[in-house]
């Protein structure tokens, strides 16, 4: 499991936002905006934290308060280029089980594609991401993501509206599906026709009177209603 952590961080490393990438379409909003939300992504690429660093935003991890002209970056799951300095091993020396071992640490984001490449090939310990399997699991900075992951309750249980986008509801995954159930905030529901009727379903059984939003179509479609919801002019 670590040798498949490691490449699939190194192909998830190699995505830039294009031209006309939504998040930089989000970013640059952002700009033009005094707004004081949060961001939160569950995937592992860099496509968000680039999008901002593109629009002139500098994102911001693990800070307890945000400076001006900076926007809070939560990552529950991680991302592929976040390095744990806790523990290190040459890749060929060290063997263990994905699952069952967890280092902790300083927390390094390697964004130059040299020394990330140095560190995939020649570390035996993956960077700091989430397994892909039920439990979430990570061996890598392991409470740094239990960090973040409360963090992402606290920004979730504070916030006034929230946006989900592109999420299959997993109740299962309570570290995002539970905060998303207790927060007084109001959903808008992004993923698509084929799971919102899922949304619909899931928010009338676990928010019982909650005026929650569920569209039928993609982010591009809804990025103007995603915007608006979450006060992003």
């Not at 991890?61 to 991302?79: A, I, R």
């Not at 960077?127 to 900075?141: C, I, L, Q």
Request: charged fraction near 15%; proline fraction near 6%.
């Amino acid at each position: 499991m670590p040798v498949l952590q490691r490449a699939m961080a190194a192909y998830f490393f190699n995505f830039t936002p294009g031209p006309h990438n939504l998040y930089l379409r989000l970013a640059r909003r952002l700009t033009a905006t005094a707004w004081a939300g949060a961001l939160a992504t569950l995937n592992y690429e860099r496509l968000l934290e680039l999008s901002l660093l593109q629009a002139g935003v500098q994102p911001v991890v693990n800070t307890p308060s945000v400076p001006p002209h900076k926007t809070e970056l939560c990552l529950p799951h991680g991302c592929c280029h976040f390095f744990c300095e806790g523990a290190r091993g040459m890749s060929g020396a060290v063997s263990f089980s994905g699952t069952d071992v967890t280092t902790d640490g300083d927390i390094s984001a390697i964004s130059d594609p040299r020394q990330f490449g140095a560190r995939i090939s020649g570390d035996a310990f993956p960077p700091v991401m989430s397994y892909f399997e039920p439990n979430k699991k990570t061996t890598a900075g392991a409470s740094f993501i239990s960090a973040q992951r409360a963090r992402f309750a606290s920004l979730v249980g504070a916030a006034a509206n929230v946006a989900v986008v592109g999420v299959k509801v997993r109740p299962g995954d309570i570290h995002v599906w539970g905060p998303l159930a207790s927060t007084s905030a109001r959903l808008f529901y992004c993923a698509g026709a084929s799971v919102a009727g899922t949304f619909r379903d899931w928010s009338r059984s676990a928010r019982v009177g909650k005026q929650d939003i569920a569209v039928d179509t993609y982010f591009a479609e809804a990025f103007d209603g995603i915007c608006s919801h979450v006060g992003i002019s």
